[in-house]
Each structure stands twice: as C-alpha cells, then as structure tokens.
C-alpha cells in the first residue's frame, strides 16, 4: 500500500498519520490536478497554437486595441495569415537567439556550477553554521535560506539536511532543522541580498512582457530593480523564519532521541568541522572576491569612471547593466581559487568539465525557454498581449480593484497557481505577458509587478505536492520519524505559509506607500 507519494505507507499509524485525513484528500487532489498538467514545453507549444487560432480569429474579425493614455491603435494580426507566417519563418530562430533570460541565466549557470561542483557553496554554509550558538541556530538557518536561490535549485537538496545535522549537533530537534530550512528556502526563494540566475531569468521576461507598451520606452529594466525589495526581506523573513522555527515548530514536536549517538553533538562537530584544506580555500577566496570587487568599485565609483554612466550617474550606468558579467567574473574566481586550493580542481580539464556539466543539467530548460520565447515573441507581434492587458486593466478598474488591492489579487493568483506550475520561469512566462502591461496601463512599474510575483512563486512552494523535493524532504524526515506521512511533513510546512505570505506583502505594501525604490532606479510607479 502506498500515499500519494508514491512512498510506501508504515505499518503503525501515529498520531499525525490519523489526524490530516481531509489534508490528505486535499493534497491528493492538487496532486492529481497537477499531474493531470502536460509537462512545461508541452503546455507552451499547446499555449502557442491556442493564440495562433485565436489571434487569426481576431485578426479576420478586425478586431484592434486602443493603447489608454495615446492615440494609438493597434490591429490584432493573426499567425495563420500569409503575414504571420512570413513572420514565424523570419523569425523563430532570433525569437529564440534574442530572448533576454537564455543568455543570462546560462552564463551564470556555468560559474555557480563551478563553485557547487568544487565544493565551496557547501563549505561556506558550514563554517557560517558551525559555530553560531545554540539560540541562535534557527535564525542563521533561516537567514542562509533566504539566500538559498543564488545556488539555484541545489539549495532546496544541500541546505535542509545540513541544518538537520547542525541542530543535532547543538542539541536541538534535527527535525526542525530539516523543516524549517526547507520551509525558509522555499517560501523565501525569492528574496535575499545575493544576486543569481532566478533575478537574470526574472528580469528577462520582464523586460519582454514590458516591451510591448510604448511607456516601456526609457524604463531601466535591469538585474537589480527588486533588489532593495528583496534585501530588505530576506532580512525580515530570517527573523520570522528564526522565531517559527524556535517557537512553533520544535515546541510542537515530540521529543528526540538518538539511541545512535547518545552523547550530543560532540561526532557531529567534527562533522561540521572544516579540514585546515577547506580553512585554507575560504580564506583565500574570500581575499580574491574581495580584490575583485574592490577593482569593481574602483571602476564605478570615482568621478569619470568608466562604469559610470552618461553625466557621471550611478544610475543607469554600465555597472548595473552589466551585472551578470560582473557576476560572472566573481562566481568563477571564487570557483577557481577554491577549486585549485583543496585540490578538487587539478587542470584545465576539471573545470571544463564542471562547467559543461552544470550546462548539461539546463537542458530542459532551453528547450522550455525555445518554446516561451517564441509564445512572449507571439503575444507581442499579433498584440494579444496588450489587448488582453487592456482588459485587465479594464476589468480591475471596472470592480474597484486598483492600486496596492491589484497587487495583492495578483499575488494571491500567483499564490494558487504556484500549487500547480511550481516552475517559476514557465509561470511568469504565462502570467507576465499579461500583467505586466496591465498594470503598467494602471500607471504601476514593470520592478512592481515582478516584486508582487516573487511572493507569489515563493510562499506556497513548501506545500504543494508538485515539489519534487517535497518528497526527498520526506524520505530525510523518515530517517527520524519512519512513521512520518507526507501529511506529517505538509501540517509542519504549513505552520511558515500564511506568516510569510503575510509579511511578505506587508514590506511590498511599506514599499508602495512609501513610494520607496524597489532597486537602483526603479521605482513603484512608471514615472
């Protein structure tokens, strides 16, 4: 006999396997609707052929768009046209070649492979746990997290059990290390002060979606422009995530024995412990980093500097336009030197292949960015896209829902589909070609709308079964709780959900009413 998890189900039943029936049956049920989802590309080749008929349909039907605040109109122009099949041919290689995220994100994909591969990512989370103290614990793992997306999805896999295993160390449940690191990672994945592929991947179908408005004309669309937002955050949910962790969930369950290690933590210490190897390797990344950053700010800072931009601004400048190959430069001398220092580099050839491997893995991911790019390329030329933005935007204002209660519906949209397209790249590309010019239309910025969907793609993450890692989370939590039931694992995950979806839009909400800069130069409104 087996749950829903494909996992077999215990023998003895404990008193959380008999309490989520209905949680259960819930979960079940999101399961199967998810399942019952084709996968990504196949969902967008069926988006793609779907706005084909239709924007044929419309173009026959003479159907055109007004854009508000202009004395523009624009015609629907149909793919199955002679005209839009002209269009297709001309164009589906540089709809693919020219889409904003492929570049970014593989480019950073290379160089955060490297560092992973090498093991310096997993050799910095342990010395920054190590040794933080014993009340401290929870909200160092929860502050870690909260950065977890730089090392993109291995920070779901490597940071969970690692917080198990620091927690037992220092005497704590390791149950609530688990959770509670997977919890923060997932319902915070999108904040922190760290820069990595999800903000190139963000910000490139931002840029697209926004582009089909006229306004999109002079707005800086860069890496950054969340970045105050999510900063700001990551710091907030870290304290929130800390106190869940300490006062909700440990207290909550049942006490720990390990009749394997009966003396706490003193063999899990050395564990942790770095080799004088390891030692050796941070120090000296850590001295590379800081020279590269510091020539970085050498080029950007001084009056007349090359990466200032025109009229000597900070912003836009180069610098900021130019993040991911700045980027680039500090992941893979960060990879490099600590590679070659434990020796887990030795030649030319560990690299090379480090690097290709890590491109290796993005494979489906270019097949599903071929794909979207050429849907978002579609929305764009036949108008759809601001057609149905104008209808958002008139249906909002239609209901009374403008403003900061526009956002917070999105966010909650945003909430309920991430239950069943947990991708986050896909989900923005259904959703932003949409949203994005609607709510510019509503006079709010690109940088608000992207802001408003990070929450969203973030904070039911944990909870729904569509998680892969939902389940390696689960067979971990076994290792301590062999009657454990994914019911078990969804009621404890749960307990970070609403919290953080809470305060979540609560900094968005400071931000809006205080009209504070979202990132360098973006700002709430268009203007």
Not at 107 to 126: N, Q, S
Not at 317 to 342: D, E, I, N, Q, R
Not at 497 to 512: D, E, K, R
Request: aromatic content about 8%.
């Amino acid at each position: 006999m087996s749950t829903v998890t494909g996992l077999p189900t215990p023998d003895s039943k404990s008193p959380d396997a008999e309490r989520p029936a209905g949680l259960d049956r819930m979960l079940s049920l999101i399961e199967r609707a998810g399942n019952a989802l084709p996968n990504p590309i196949v969902l967008f080749a069926g988006l793609f052929v779907l706005l084909g008929l239709v924007s044929t349909a419309l173009a026959l039907g003479d159907v055109s768009v007004a854009i508000p605040g202009t004395h523009d109109t624009k015609p629907v122009t149909g793919l199955f046209t002679g005209e839009g099949l002209r269009w297709l041919v001309e164009n589906l290689i540089p709809n693919f070649a020219t889409f904003p995220p492929i570049g970014a994100v593989l480019v950073l994909i290379m160089v955060v492979g490297l560092a992973e591969r090498t093991g310096l990512l997993e050799t910095a989370m342990r010395a920054t746990l190590a040794r933080v103290p014993r009340a401290v614990l929870p909200y160092a793992v929860a502050l870690i997290a909260s950065q977890a997306h730089m090392m993109s999805d291995v920070g779901a896999i490597v940071l969970p059990p690692l917080a198990a295993l620091v927690f037992k160390s220092a005497g704590r449940h390791p149950v609530a290390g688990l959770i509670g690191g997977f919890a923060c990672v997932t319902a915070g994945y999108a904040a922190g002060f760290t820069v990595g592929s999800l903000d190139a991947l963000y910000v490139g179908i931002t840029q697209q979606a926004a582009s089909v408005l006229p306004a999109a004309q002079g707005l800086h669309i860069h890496l950054l422009i969340n970045y105050f937002f999510t900063a700001s955050t990551s710091i907030v949910l870290a304290l929130l995530g800390g106190f869940l962790i300490s006062r909700v969930l440990e207290p909550r369950l049942s006490p720990y024995q390990d009749t394997d290690q009966p003396v706490v933590g003193e063999d899990r210490q050395e564990e942790l412990a770095l080799t004088p190897v390891q030692r050796r390797g941070l120090l000296a990344t850590g001295i590379v980093v800081v020279l590269y950053l510091g020539a970085v700010l050498a080029l950007w800072l001084p009056p007349g500097a090359p990466l200032r931009g025109e009229g000597g601004a900070f912003v836009p400048s180069p610098l900021l336009s130019g993040v991911v190959p700045v980027l680039f430069g500090a992941f893979l001398l960060a990879g490099l030197t600590y590679g070659f220092t434990v020796k887990t580099l030795t030649g030319t050839e560990d690299v090379v292949t480090a690097v290709t491997d890590s491109v290796k893995n993005m494979s489906g991911y270019i097949v599903m960015m071929f794909v979207a790019a050429q849907v978002i390329a579609l929305f764009n030329w036949s108008n759809l896209g601001v057609l149905l933005a104008v209808k958002a935007a008139a249906l909002f204002d239609s209901v009374g829902v403008t403003g900061f209660w526009a956002i917070l519906a999105f966010v909650l949209l945003a909430s309920c589909l991430n239950l069943f397209v947990v991708s986050g790249s896909a989900l923005w590309s259904l959703v932003g070609p949409v949203f994005i010019p609607a709510f510019m239309l509503m006079g709010m910025s690109p940088a608000l709308s992207q802001a408003a969907f990070r929450i969203g793609d973030s904070a039911t993450g944990a909870i729904t079964p569509m998680n892969p890692y939902l389940f390696l989370i689960l067979a971990m939590l076994r290792q301590y709780e062999p009657e454990a039931r994914l019911g078990t694992l969804i009621s404890r995950l749960a307990i970070f959900v609403v919290p953080f979806l809470v305060v979540w839009l609560a900094i968005l909400g400071i931000f809006y009413g205080f009209d504070l800069p979202l990132g360098p130069g973006a700002h709430i409104g268009l203007k």
